[in-house]
């Protein structure tokens, strides 16, 4: 069995706020006192410190020297930006799967795929279940490209893009055919390599996304 270290308290606050942030109960704006925070949660000035500036590398956060920290605003314009940045990491994520699956990989991958696609047509699921099991397909194809920067940056993304989703949820519930869609294509052609309709699926689903959520925010 592998090693795996516990969440600092500093990992344990930062995602107990990326939550907050993500579903709305910290709204767009609002300051974040540290030492509120620190006095709340029974833990120290300086954990939520650490916390906080996880949360600004994850783009939940904007910390203005001598004003402390406060939840990043979130607009259309702001999600056109996010999602223009994210496109292009995606399609690199997507590239580099078609140059260096094999035969080996196929099935984390298809697992992947399967869940999301799964949950798309259970009329029972919830957001967060579509959510988590779209991310965990990035997650499987980082895990077979292997590169520890695009990883790295694709996660530091996640909270962002997540809270997109939960701030225009009924829009983008609206446009699960073709999210289900999107999976369904991608597959065959990662699997036949096809880097040039791979990256025309993702600009297209991302693209389809963003005006879902640009939609939402206006």
Known sequence: MDFQAPNTLAEQIASYLAERIMTGQIQPGQRIQEANLATELKVSRASVKEALYTLERWHLVEITPRKGASATQINAEYAAELYDVYMHLLIMLATRLCERWQEEDKPVVMEAVS???????????????????????????????????LTESLSNFKPAVSRAYYLSAKRYQQGLAETRRFFSELQPAVLARDTVKVRKLIEMFVEHQKQLIQQALA
């Open 115 to 149: 869940k999301v696609v799964a949950q798309i047509q259970n009329n029972r699921a919830d957001l967060t279940a579509i959510v988590e099991t779209s991310f965990g397909v990035m997650e499987a194809c980082c895990e077979v490209v292997g590169n520890p920067y």
